[in-house]
């Protein structure tokens, strides 16, 4: 099940089923899995329609798909992956105790990475493709995409929080795929989250998007065979553990996380080691279909509200 707010990141599944049409897609995969040409004939329209509609499904995350064996081919098949939407509506809350970050895609601190890799502004490319060294360079900091094989880079942000202050819940959201020679649909990653030296968890990225479409914001200079856009992902650590996009991820809570700390430290890492080493690419505001870079809230509880006095 799927629990939805008020939140961006959910602006894609409100899309999503703001259209007849893939009601009706979800009608039909609800009874079974079927490829992209089957559902186009039982709704008489075209392929390249229906591949649009099931983008659009997939991006908000109501169906899936998979790649299987019949007769001697390769068929996509899709199919239905919730099958009930919980939509929490707006209620008042005090704006002042949420407090919101955002961290550029080349502000960051530390990084130690491996081709394929790169860097772009809103303008232009930064140095050479594929050479690590690009990655210290002192256009760095304008820096809107970036990608890498395998490695991590990492962000540091201050800690805004006051003495009487202490976090109820921490969530991040940002913009990532994987990252592929050229544009994959079926291309996995394992890219792993740490906060302050802590492993959040690990989410498995499908593919590095673009063959079906350029990215919303993604600038008209841009090549059209390289990474187009990612998926919004958004990251909730609170008292009971982490989770991302309402599904769980790990049992780290925020009092694992040393929160004490003058700055906190962001790292996504894609390891060696793992099961499936497809790469990363973060996209901030200007790239993507998401215009925004990665954005922190801390949702903030006034000791003093509780009868507590702030520490010294």
């Known amino acids: 099940m799927i629990r939805a707010n008020r ?15 893939r009601w009706k ?7 079974e899995e079927i490829n992209v040409k089957e559902l186009a004939a039982r709704l008489n329209l075209s392929a390249s329609i229906v591949t649009m509609h099931v983008r659009k499904l997939e991006e908000a995350g109501l169906s899936g798909s998979r790649r299987v064996r ?4 390769t068929h996509k098949l899709c199919y239905l992956k919730e099958r009930k939407i919980e939509i929490e509506l707006p209620a008042k809350t005090d704006e002042k105790q949420i407090l919101e970050q955002s961290i550029a895609i080349g502000h960051y601190t530390a990084f130690e990475i491996w081709p394929t890799c790169g860097l772009g502004t809103l303008e232009k490319e930064i140095g050479v493709w594929d050479d690590p060294r690009y990655f210290l360079d002192p256009e760095r900091v304008q ?16 800690n805004y929080l006051l003495p009487q202050q202490s976090a109820e819940a ?14 994959r649909d079926d291309w996995p990653s ?17 593919a590095d998007f673009g063959r079906a479409a350029r990215g919303r914001h ?30 769980r991820m790990s049992d780290a809570t925020l009092a694992d996380l040393r929160l004490e700390e003058p700055f906190w430290t962001l790292r996504f890492t894609v390891d060696e080691q793992a099961e499936h080493v497809g790469g990363l690419t973060l996209y901030g505001a200007g790239f993507g279909n ?23």
Do not use: C
């Not at 919004?232 to 008292?239: E, F, P, Y």
């Open 7 to 21: 939140e961006r990141q959910y602006l894609p599944l409100y899309e999503a089923l703001a259209s007849e049409v």
């Open 25 to 31: 897609m979800m009608a039909l995969l609800a009874e």
């Open 70 to 73: 019949i007769g001697g081919g």
């Open 143 to 158: 820096a809107a995409i970036l990608w890498f094989g395998r490695g991590f880079v990492e962000y540091k942000t201050p």
């Open 170 to 183: 921490i969530e991040i959201s940002m913009e990532l795929a994987s990252e592929a020679p050229g544009l």
């Open 190 to 206: 394992d890219i792993a989250f740490d906060f302050n030296s802590v492993r959040l968890g690990t989410w498995t990225s499908p």
């Open 218 to 247: 993604t600038p008209a200079w841009w090549h059209r065979n390289v990474n187009q856009y990612g998926l919004l992902k958004t990251i909730r650590i609170d008292a009971f553990g982490t989770t991302i996009d309402g599904e």
């Open 290 to 312: 998401h215009d925004q870079d990665i954005a922190i809230r801390v949702h903030i509880q006034d000791n003093r509200e509780k009868g507590e006095q702030p520490q010294a």
